[in-house]
C-alpha cells in the first residue's frame, strides 16, 4: 500500500491529480458527501444544543470502509477537498468518520489542478478550518429547520406533499412577483420619428443620413402635425459633435458572471454551465469554478500579458487587477480562468470547448487595452419646429480588447455598431427622402431567464455561487416554476409616412411578446408564495435572506458561533409555525370569475388535489359542484370567465374507432383522449376543442405502434420480468424496479435466470437514494415531519401527511 492517501471529491479529479503525484501516493474519492444529517426525523438533537445527527448513507457504506482501511493502512492521508466551506465540511466529515489522528493528517487545498500547484499544496498543508466547516453547519441545520418545519404545514394548509426552503422560497417569489408586474402592466403607445436624408458630400458624391427624431409623441394628433409641418420645411445641420470614447473589457468570471454570459452566449442552462465548468476544473484545464473573486494571481497576470504580446503586440497589453466588489466573496481566492493561458482551446466535447473558449476569451480581455472609439452626432435643424433630428454613428479607432471579447447583456446583441457617417459640415441643406412616424408601445418587465435570476439574486445577496444552479434546480423540479417557451402575439400598430409631399396613414402587423427559455410561475408556485408571504413575511423578506448569507459570512470568519445563531433564529421561528398550524386557514388560491350563464351558479378558479381547477358552484350549494381541469397553458391568476367556460365543454367526443367511442378531456397531467378504457395524451400541438376524429385515431395508433415496439420480450411465468426498449437504450425492469442491461448483451438473448444475476449484482438500483447536498445531486424533499423533542428547545410540530 502506498505511503500516502490522498481524499478527493470525484473520480475525474482524483484521476487528474494521480497524474502528478509519484508512486508513494494513491488517491481514492469520497464520490461528494459521505454522511449528512438523518433523513428519520429531523436530524438535530434539540435537547443537545441544536446537536447534528449525522450518518453515512446506505449506498455509502462500503466506500467509507473501503477509505478507513486504506486510511489505517497510510502513513499520511491528505484531505484534499475543494477548498470553499462545502469542501471544507466535506473534509470533516472524513476526519471524524475515518477517525483520523491529527498527528498524521493534512488539509490541503488549491483553486487549479495543476503539478504547480498540486506540488505547492503538498510543500503548504494546514489543519481543518473549523470556522468553515460551523458556517457550513449552520447553513445545512438552518435550511433543515425551516424545510421541516414550513412543510407539514404547506400539506395541511395548501396541497399534500409540497416543501419549502429558505433560499428557494424567495427566488419562486421574486419570479412570481415579476409575473404579476407583467399581467398588471399596460402598454402605453408613442409615435417614434425617423428620417432618411439625402445631400452631396465634398467630392459631389449623393450620401444617405439616417436620423431620429430626440422626441416622441403621445398621440397621433400630435404625430400627424409635426409630418404636415415638415412637408414644407427646410431641413439643415445645425451641429455636428464628435467625441472621443472609450470600452474597458469586463472583469474575469465569477460563478455568477458565467452562468449570465454562458446562457447569453451558448444557451447553456444554470446547471448545465456548472456541470461542464466542474468537468473543465477536474480535468485541470480551468480554475475553481465557485467563486465570488475576480482577482487573478500574479502568475496569470503575467502568462496572460505574454500571451497577449505574442498573439498581437506591446500596445495590446493593459495589466489590470480587479477588486471583488462582493462584501460576502469567500469561495475561493481567485476568479475562474485557464489553467494555462497559452491554451486557447481544449479536447472535450463540445460543451467543454466553448465554454473553455468563453472562459480564456474573458480571462485574456480584462488583461487587454481599452478600445478607442469616435462618436459622432450630427443635429438637424427642421424649420418652423423646436424639434431636432439626431443622426449617430460610431468607428472603432483602435479595437483593444474588442479583437478577442465583447460581453453580452441579456437586452442588446453581441456586436459593435461600427457605422461610419459621412463628411458633412454645418449648414447644409437636406433633402428628405421620407419621415416615418411609427406607433410603438412600451415594452412590459421582462420575465427571469435563469441567468438573470441569479444576476438578481446575487445583487440582493441571496444565496452564494455554490447554490446559485442547485436553487434554481429546486424550484423547477417541485413544480413551484416551468421554464418554457412563449409564442408570439400578433398586434397592429399605425405608420403615419411622409414621402414625395403625401402622407400615408397605415396599419401593420407586428409580432411581440415572444419569449424563449423564460421562468414562470405554476399556480402551486404562486399560492405557496402567497401563503407564506403572509404567514411568513420575514423567512420571504429580501433583507432577511441576505442578512443570513452575512451571518453565516460572520460563522466563517469566527466572529459568533453557529449554535448562537441558529437558537436566535429558531426561538423566534418556531412560535410562528405553531400559530400558524392552529390558526390559519387553508389556502387553495381561490379566484371568482363571474357567473355561469346556463346555470346562475358562481364559476371560480383555484387549486385542487390534482392541480388548478375551474368550478362551477360552491359546496354550501345542495347541488354539487362541477369541475374542470385547466389547460397547461392557463393559470388562476390570468384566466378569463370566457375561457373558463369553454373548459366545460369537455369531456367532448370526437367519434367512433373500432365501435367504440373516442372521448377528449383534461385531466391531471393535461389533455387526452380515452378509447376502450385506455388514455392517449395529446401533443401541445393539438387544441382539445378542435381536434377530429381522423387525428385522434391517429394519436391512437401511433401510441399503439410505439409501446407495440418498447417490449423485447417478458420472462417468469406472471410476466414478472418485462425486457424493455428505453430512451437510453434496452433495459429490464421487475417489481417497479429499473436494471441496466450491460454493453454488448443481446436483450432478446435474456433469460430469468440471468436478470436475476445482474438484480443481484445491482443492489444500488434497489436502495437508490438521492445523493447528499450540492456535491451531488439535488437532495429528495423531506416529507417526514420531526418528533417533538422532551426539553429545552421545542421541536417542530407533528403533522399527518
Known amino acids: 500500500m502506498s505511503k500516502n492517501l490522498v481524499i478527493v471529491e470525484s473520480p475525474a479529479k482524483a484521476k487528474t491529480i494521480e497524474k502528478f503525484l509519484g508512486n508513494d501516493y494513491h488517491v481514492m474519492s469520497s464520490f461528494g458527501h459521505i454522511r449528512d444529517l438523518a433523513e428519520k426525523g429531523l436530524g438535530i438533537d434539540f435537547e443537545n444544543n441544536y446537536e447534528p445527527q449525522y450518518v453515512v448513507s446506505s449506498d455509502k457504506k462500503k466506500l467509507v470502509a473501503d477509505l478507513k482501511k486504506a486510511s489505517k493502512e497510510a502513513e499520511t492521508v491528505w484531505l484534499a ?212 473573486s475576480v482577482n487573478l494571481s500574479d502568475l496569470a497576470l503575467g502568462t496572460s500579458k505574454a500571451e497577449i504580446i505574442s498573439m498581437a503586440g506591446q500596445k495590446y497589453v493593459h495589466t489590470r487587477k480587479f477588486n471583488t466588489k462582493s462584501k460576502g466573496a469567500q469561495e475561493a481566492h481567485e476568479a475562474i480562468r485557464p489553467s494555462y493561458m497559452n491554451a486557447h482551446t481544449v479536447e472535450g466535447t463540445s460543451q467543454e470547448k466553448k465554454l473553455y473558449e468563453l472562459i480564456w476569451k474573458r480571462t485574456i480581455a480584462s488583461q487587454m487595452s481599452d478600445a478607442e472609439l469616435e462618436k459622432t452626432s450630427i443635429y438637424i435643424q427642421v424649420s418652423g419646429s423646436k424639434h431636432q433630428f439626431v443622426a449617430s454613428g460610431e468607428v472603432i479607432v483602435f479595437d483593444g480588447f474588442l479583437k478577442v471579447y465583447m460581453e453580452s447583456t441579456d437586452d442588446d446583441t453581441d456586436t459593435v455598431d461600427e457605422s461610419l457617417l459621412p463628411q458633412m459640415k454645418n449648414g447644409e441643406k437636406l433633402s428628405p427622402v421620407e419621415i416615418v412616424a411609427q406607433e410603438r408601445f412600451s415594452q412590459k418587465p421582462p420575465r427571469y431567464a435563469e441567468a438573470s435570476l441569479v444576476r438578481k439574486l446575487e445583487e440582493l445577496g441571496i444565496g452564494r455561487p455554490s447554490t446559485y444552479a442547485p436553487t434554481i434546480s429546486t424550484i423547477q423540479n417541485r413544480l413551484y416554476v416551468e421554464k418554457g417557451d412563449r409564442e408570439p402575439e400578433k398586434r397592429d400598430i399605425n405608420v403615419l409616412k411622409l414621402k414625395a409631399g403625401k402622407i400615408t396613414d397605415l396599419i401593420k402587423a407586428e409580432n411581440t411578446g415572444a419569449e424563449k427559455s423564460k421562468l414562470f410561475p405554476t399556480d402551486i408556485g404562486t399560492v405557496v408564495t402567497d401563503f407564506l408571504t403572509e404567514y411568513f413575511p420575514e423567512i420571504l423578506n429580501y433583507n432577511f435572506t441576505a442578512d443570513v448569507e452575512k451571518e453565516f459570512d460572520s460563522i466563517a470568519d469566527g466572529d459568533i458561533k453557529w449554535r448562537v445563531a441558529i437558537d436566535k433564529f429558531y426561538k423566534k421561528f418556531h412560535p410562528i409555525v405553531e400559530d400558524t398550524m392552529k390558526n390559519s386557514e387553508r389556502q387553495v388560491g381561490e379566484r371568482i370569475l363571474g357567473v355561469d350563464p346556463k346555470s346562475g351558479r358562481q364559476l371560480s378558479v383555484k387549486i385542487g388535489k390534482y392541480g388548478p381547477l375551474a368550478q362551477i358552484g360552491t359546496v354550501e350549494e345542495e347541488e354539487k359542484p362541477v369541475f374542470a381541469s385547466l389547460r397547461r397553458d392557463q393559470s388562476i391568476e390570468s384566466i378569463s370567465l370566457e375561457d373558463a367556460l369553454e373548459l366545460f365543454k369537455l369531456p367532448r367526443t370526437v367519434g367512433l374507432f373500432e365501435e367504440k367511442e373516442m372521448t377528449v378531456a383534461i385531466g391531471r397531467f393535461g389533455p387526452y383522449i380515452r378509447h376502450d378504457g385506455a388514455f392517449y395524451s395529446l401533443p401541445k400541438t393539438d387544441d382539445p376543442m378542435e381536434i377530429t376524429t381522423e387525428r385522434s385515431i391517429e394519436i391512437i395508433e401511433d401510441k399503439r405502434e410505439v409501446e407495440k415496439n418498447r417490449i423485447i420480450q417478458t420472462l417468469g411465468e406472471n410476466s414478472e420480468i418485462q425486457v424493455l426498449n428505453g430512451r437510453f437504450g434496452p433495459y429490464f425492469t421487475c417489481d417497479k424496479i429499473n436494471y441496466k442491461i450491460p454493453k454488448g448483451t443481446d436483450p432478446t438473448s435474456l433469460t430469468l435466470e440471468k436478470c436475476r444475476e445482474l438484480i443481484a449484482a445491482q443492489p444500488e438500483a434497489a436502495n437508490k437514494k438521492k445523493p447528499f447536498g450540492r456535491k451531488a445531486a439535488a437532495a429528495k424533499p423531506e416529507k417526514k415531519a420531526a418528533a417533538k423533542p422532551k426539553a429545552k428547545a421545542k421541536a417542530p410540530a407533528k403533522a399527518k401527511k
Not at 475543494?82 to 489522528?101: N, P, Q, S, T
Open 81 to 292: 477537498s475543494d477548498e470553499d466551506r462545502e469542501g471544507e465540511a466535506i473534509a470533516w466529515h472524513l476526519f471524524e468518520e475515518l477517525k483520523l489522528k491529527k498527528d498524521n493528517t493534512r488539509r490541503i487545498v488549491f483553486h487549479e489542478i495543476t503539478k504547480d500547484a498540486i506540488l505547492h499544496a503538498i510543500d503548504t498543508p494546514r489543519d481543518i478550518d473549523i470556522n468553515l466547516v460551523d458556517a457550513q453547519q449552520a447553513r445545512r441545520v438552518l435550511d433543515r429547520i425551516v424545510g421541516f418545519e414550513l412543510s407539514p404545514i404547506l400539506w395541511r394548509k395548501v396541497r399534500p406533499s409540497l416543501s419549502a426552503g429558505r433560499v428557494q422560497s424567495v427566488a419562486v417569489r421574486l419570479i412570481v412577483e415579476r409575473e404579476r408586474e407583467i399581467n398588471q402592466f399596460v402598454a402605453e403607445a408613442a409615435y417614434r420619428v425617423s428620417a432618411v436624408f439625402t445631400s452631396v458630400d465634398s467630392n459631389g458624391k449623393p450620401v444617405e443620413l439616417k436620423s431620429e427624431l430626440q422626441q416622441r409623441f403621445n398621440t397621433k394628433a400630435e404625430a400627424l402635425a409635426f409630418l404636415e409641418l415638415c412637408k414644407n420645411a427646410q431641413f439643415s445641420i445645425d451641429n455636428i459633435i464628435t467625441k472621443p470614447a472609450k470600452k474597458s473589457p469586463a472583469p474575469p468570471f465569477t460563478t455568477s458572471t458565467l452562468q449570465q454570459e454562458a446562457a447569453r452566449k451558448l444557451g447553456y442552462s444554470v446547471a448545465q454551465t456548472m456541470q461542464v465548468a466542474q468537468r473543465l476544473y477536474e480535468a485541470g484545464k480551468i480554475t475553481y469554478m465557485r467563486t465570488d
